[in-house]
Structure formats: C-alpha cells, structure tokens
C-alpha cells in the first residue's frame, strides 16, 4: 500500500525547493555582480582564500618566482615589493586583505591624480580595525572626511599657529630642548668608553617636547620617569600593530579580544596610554583661565564650553574628541620627525665626506659661536639639499596614511568600488628611475643647479600631497633643519672604531624608522 505524504510534509517540501531555489539565484547573482565588478578593478596578483594576497604579496620569494633568482630589485622591504610590483601590473593594481579591495598607487602623475584632481572621491579615511579600535575614527589623522574632521582640522591648525606652529617665534623652545641634548650627548659619550651613544631616546624626547609644549603647554625633563614611559608605550603600541602577529585583528577584528600574547599586551597599552592623556585634560579643566589659555588643549576646553553655552548640542566639539586629537598631535609630532633627524645623521656618519662638507658651509655661513636660526636656511643650500636627499631616499611614512574611496568611481581606466582602501605609494614617486637619475644612490647634489643653488622638484612630496597632506609639515621642517645643523655645527659624529654600519633598509611600521645604532660623539671646538 503506498502511503502518500501529508499535506504538511508537501508543503513543507515545497518551501525547501522554493528556498534552495532563492538562495543558488541569490549566488548566482553574487557571484556574477563580484565577477563583473572584479573584471574592471586594477588587474593584481590572485589573493588566498580567507586571507586574500595577506599572506603572500609582501613575500620577496613572490618576486623570485616571477622574475627568477636574478630580481632586478635589491629591495626586499615589504614597500620595496609592492613598488616592485608595478613591474608585473602597472602603476595602479589591486591586492586584497582578506575579503577588503586594496589599491596601490604608485608614481607621482598617479598619485597627485588621484589626491588632487579628485580630492572629494580619495580624501577618506578607511575603517582599518587595528587602527579604529585604538582612535575610534576620532582625531584629526585617522578620522573621516567630511564636515566634522574639516572643522576639527581648521581649529586645530589655527591654534597651533597662534602658538608658533611654522613660525619663527617657536625657535627658542626647539633650540633650549637641544641644548639639553647636547649637554646629556657630552655626558653619555664620556661614560661610553668609546662604545658610542643611541641617540634615538634623546632626538625622540627633544621633538616630543616641542609638540608638548603645543598642546599641553609644558615640556618635560629626558629623565621624567612618567614621560619617557609614555613615548616607550606609543612606540611599543605603533610596533604591535604593524609588526607582529596582532596585524592578524585587519583581518579577524575579534583577535583583538584574545587573552594573551600581544593582543593582552595591546589592550594594556591603549589603557596606559588612555590614562596618561585624560590626566593631562582633568589637569588642564581644573586649572584653565579662559582669559589666558596656555595651548591647545587651554584653547579647545574655551571653544567647548563657548559651544555649550551657546546651546550647540550637535556640536563635535566634545572632551572625548579632545582625547583623540592629543594622540594624534602626540604621535604624528614626535615619531615622524625624530626619525627624519635620525636617518639623517645616520647617512652622515656613512658618509663622513658629505658631513665635512655640511660642517664647512656652516662655518663658513653661520660661524662657530651663534646659533643657527630659520633665516639661515637659505644661505646653506648644500646642507637643505642634503637633508631633503635623505627624505628623499628614506620617506618616513612610506605608504602615506591609508586613503579610502568615499563613493566608486572610474580612475585611469578602471573601477575603484566605494570603500576600497587607496595607498598612496610616496616610496615608488622617490624612487623612480624616470624622474630621478641613479634613484638609489645618495646624491646630495640632484637637489642644486650648476650654480649651486637649491632647485625645488614638484615630485619631492615627503609629506603627502593634497587634502590629507600632513598640517605639521613647517613645524617638521623647521625642527628637522634646526636639530640637524645645531647638532653638526656642535659635534662630529662618527660610528665607533670596528662597527659595521646598520642596514639602511630600517625598520617597517607605521613609519619607516632606522635600525638601532650607536654613534661616537666628538665636540668640534
């Protein structure tokens, strides 16, 4: 006897078809829209499941396979690979970090196409999850573009050149901190024994102290346990995120809630860094007189209660925001710029030929006695052309700050989806044979004329260019040029007797810093 099925069990059956049905349509779909839009992105290695080319486009051995062992690249750096790669897929290519589109710009046409000819489309800022968990896309670095960060911007700006940002009035807080520096080199140098001196924790503490004053109205002593803790976990927290397992939490966000390792180490780090700076505010709440502030955070408190006695409610001007725009300042104000100084005594004590000839113009310019000021600058061409060959050779944030596409758009020929994270590749502009001859060797002299005289080039872009270009660069430039030649109009340095010199490749995070290494420091009078 045959059974037949109940009207429950039928119709049951027929929303499964129904169901299956709807979802192989809904792949279907999916999978033609992803192949479509695929099709037109810049072409790039294949990625990896789960984890796209995360595993594999920063590999050098990537390169080998594709050109064999004779690599035209002596650059192994993971940002020597990626400018490798315009070599296979041309000056705009994709990559995928896990399932996120990832598109590398490299060149200068293609980059100042793209951040300045289409500023609105490439000013955002990505929602890169090691980076939004620690500055909750608050600040003026990371945060989105858009009307809040523009205004958090101009204030900022403002206020920072009413307290001497990029002016001359700042000089004397830059050179009393390198007085300092000089008096504790002196002192280091004579305990070493000959062994030679890191100079990294004083240049780091003296650059520090000039945006301290800044924003928190203040400078502090090398020897402030509080402080120097406070520039150890910025730079431990920086060196986490870039350079170890928790890069993994870009691709798994929940990583960073794991118990152990770096990822506990990572969250103690935020909180440490979290305390310091809202002690700072709590400070400066408790003790401001509107009528005389005494930097930004002075001026920001004003401004916030200006707003809330205005009945603003829908003001961004907020505590937290605050917060956030300090370790911004904090970090952006001392990492960049101490290394730009270290890297460029580093190439100094490789080529102790170009450091006598930097000595020499100084002399024969400024004199032994008085100290070097701004106005200067023009009269020692050899020495900025110098100092602009190293960032040039060096580029301290070498693939910019992340960029992101606000809406899709056609760029030189292909689609570049709304939401694709855009990284300005400022390392391939600085090194590209077709702008700059023997583009790895170090030649102060591409930077001067016949006559001698410093020659300005439109592709030297060090610090970014368009909407996003970095608000500290005069600040950057003044401090670079006043701690470089104040420390060589004082000292010879010269790497100790029997030292092999550090690589020059450096180290790989948020910003490209060098290798640690000792120098020997000799008074020159």
């Known amino acids: 006897m045959v059974s037949l099925p109940s009207p429950v069990s039928f119709l049951l059956s ?44 920063l590999i050098p051995s990537f390169i080998q396979r ?10 192994k750096s993971a940002v020597g690979v990626l400018t490798e790669l315009t070599r296979l897929y041309g000056n705009v290519y994709s990559l995928f970090v896990g399932s996120q589109l990832v598109v590398v710009l490299n060149g200068y046409e293609v980059i100042r196409d793209a951040l300045s000819n289409h500023p609105e489309v490439f000013s955002d800022r990505p929602d890169i999850p090691a980076i939004s968990i620690m500055t909750k896309r608050k600040g003026i670095v990371f945060a989105p573009y858009g009307p809040v960060w523009r205004t958090q911007r101009k204030f900022c700006h403002t206020t920072l050149r009413n307290f001497g940002l990029g002016k001359l009035s700042l000089e004397p807080c830059i050179l009393q901190g390198l007085d300092s520096v000089k008096t504790e080199l002196l002192r280091l140098n004579e305990e070493s024994g000959g062994a030679g001196v890191d100079l990294a924790p004083l240049i780091t ?97 004003k401004e916030l209660s200006a707003q809330h006695a205005a009945g603003n409610v829908d003001s961004s001007f907020t505590e937290d925001y605050l917060f956030y725009i300090i370790g911004d300042l904090f970090i952006a104000g001392t990492d960049t710029t101490a290394n730009s100084v270290l890297w460029v005594l580093l190439y100094l004590v490789i080529h102790p030929d170009i450091q006598d000839k930097v000595q020499a113009e100084i002399d024969e310019v400024v004199g032994t006695h008085r100290a070097l000021s701004m106005t200067d600058k023009g009269s020692l061409p050899f020495t900025e052309a110098t100092i602009m060959e190293v960032q040039r050779l060096t580029v301290v944030v070498p693939l910019g700050i992340p960029h992101m596409a606000s809406e899709t758009t056609e760029f030189r020929g292909y689609t570049i989806p709304k939401g694709t994270v855009v990284l300005p590749n400022l390392w391939s502009v600085h090194r590209d044979p077709t702008v700059w001859d023997d583009p790895d060797t170090f030649n102060p002299a591409r930077f001067l004329d016949d006559e001698g005289k410093l020659m300005r080039k439109e592709f030297f872009i060090p610090f970014g260019i368009g909407r996003r270009v970095c608000m500290g660069e005069q600040l950057a430039k003044m401090e670079l040029f006043l701690t470089v030649t104040s420390l060589l109009q004082t000292f010879k340095f010269r790497l100790p007797e029997g030292t092999q010199p550090p690589s020059l490749r450096g180290r790989f995070g948020l910003t490209l810093a060098p290798c640690s290494f000792t120098v020997c420091v000799n008074p020159r009078r």
């Open 205 to 301: 503490h003296a650059v520090s102290n000039v945006i301290c004053s800044l924003i928190l109205g203040q400078r502090f002593h090398h020897e402030d346990r509080e402080f120097r803790s406070m520039l150890d976990l910025m730079d431990r927290g920086l060196e986490i995120c870039v350079n170890s397992p928790a890069v993994l939490i870009n691709v798994f966000p929940l990583f960073y809630y794991l118990p152990f390792g770096v990822f506990k180490e990572l969250r103690q780090v935020e909180r440490d860094i979290t305390l310091f700076l809202k002690r700072f505010i709590a400070r400066h709440r408790e003790t401001l007189d509107p009528e005389n502030p005494r930097d930004l955070t002075d001026m920001y408190l």
């Open 66 to 75: 594709r050109f064999g062992q004779q690599s035209p690249s002596t650059d």
């Open 14 to 57: 027929h929303v499964n078809i129904v169901a299956v049905t709807v979802f192989l349509i809904v792949c279907y779909v999916v999978h033609f829209y992803q192949k479509q839009c695929l099709s037109s992105i810049p072409p790039g290695p294949k990625p990896w499941p789960l984890v796209g080319n995360f595993g594999g486009f």
